[in-house]
């Protein structure tokens, strides 16, 4: 029996050479498909050349080892949540009316628009047209593909639901977003009105205040309290201890600051700081700690629903909770379960899921609905995110409008209190 040579990539994409015994080439690529691996090159040892393996997608890249020339198919670029939801519903609608996944996949293709995830649905059929499964073709992109995604799917193919779990992955990505788009659009206008306070305030400061100081500099009169105070902060901002003036410093030390957080947040202690400090913040930290809760029993719930161990759906949810202090805590409902133990005893212990969804869970395990306990404990605090978000913004209006209010009032009040008493004492001469 002869022997190949091959190069092959496993489901993560890393790259694993070899050598196999196999009546023929077909055989030795069926082999390797039987031990996870994709063959991207493979021959038989003292013949010719190594021929691209008939699962390798269309990239080439520099193999590690030997220096050879394989293909691989990972997608170096992201797409925005939104578009790939779109495609997931897409996709399932085309199954669901009764289309062959490859053919699907064709049709998708020939209609997207994107040039990122059109390129990765061409690569896609050509994995599955290859004769690899779904869920192996999408593994080939974890940019793009993360492994909630991968795993669902590969759960819907060995249940023979594939429709019914795109679907599912699709109802999941929309609920997602759109509690993402509550919480951002509740910082947004905040920001935009601080943005233009300050904004107003720096034109004020720089523009208008010095020339107001200069029409009041030949006056023997005093100038008010608040006018004292109004041009000697125009005067620091104006000043230039270090060639640009102190305003520029104050927004490069804000940069500074943002950029030495960005710093902190890469490192392991640092990450955990910022992510603790998220879930404590007065008010945003409430909404915070909710969406990221609604977010754990949405994962969770819906992996389990669709087929997926617990121990599995665990790793996954951990690893895409989006806060290192609730993915630490589902790490030990990991470890807990894999002994044998209840979800509920280190969900309890960990301090950080609220005692609403404690009591749920444990109902749901006595009763064998966990899953759909969980789906209900998403919706319940998708819903008070809803809430939450729309009573901080119901508050932060009038107060911003206040606060901008007050800023530019001050201003105008400092510059022409002055000019006000001038022109009584002028009519009293």
Known sequence: MPNFNYSALDAKGEQSDGTLAAASEAEAIQKLRGQGLYPTQIHEEGKGKPTAGRKAPAKKAKAKGKGLNMTIG?????VKPKILMIFTRQLATLIDAGLPLLRSLTVLGKQEPNPALKSTIGSLADSVQGGSTFSESLAQHPKMFNKLYVNMVKAGELGGVLEVV??????YQEKAQK????IVSAMVYPAIVMFIAVAILIFLMVFIVPKFKEMFAGTDSSLPLISQIVFGFSDFCLGRPLILPNVVWIFIAFGGLYAALGALGRTKGGRHFIDKMKLHIPIFGDIQRKSAVSRFARTLGTLVTSGVPILQALNITRDTAGNVVISEAIGKVHEAVKE?????TPLSSSGV????V?????VGEETGQLPEMLL???DVYDDEVDNAVTALTSILEPIMIVILALVVGAVVFALF??????ISTMSEL
């Open 358 to 362: 404690i009591s749920m869970v444990d």
């Open 353 to 356: 899921f609220p005692n609403m």
């Open 340 to 344: 044998g133990e209840s979800i509920v």
């Open 179 to 182: 509690l993402k788009n509550k």
């Open 166 to 171: 795109l679907n599912r992955l699709a109802e």
């Open 417 to 422: 209190l002055p000019l006000i008493k001038m």
């Open 376 to 378: 209900k404990v998403a």
């Open 74 to 78: 990972k997608t170096k670029t992201t």
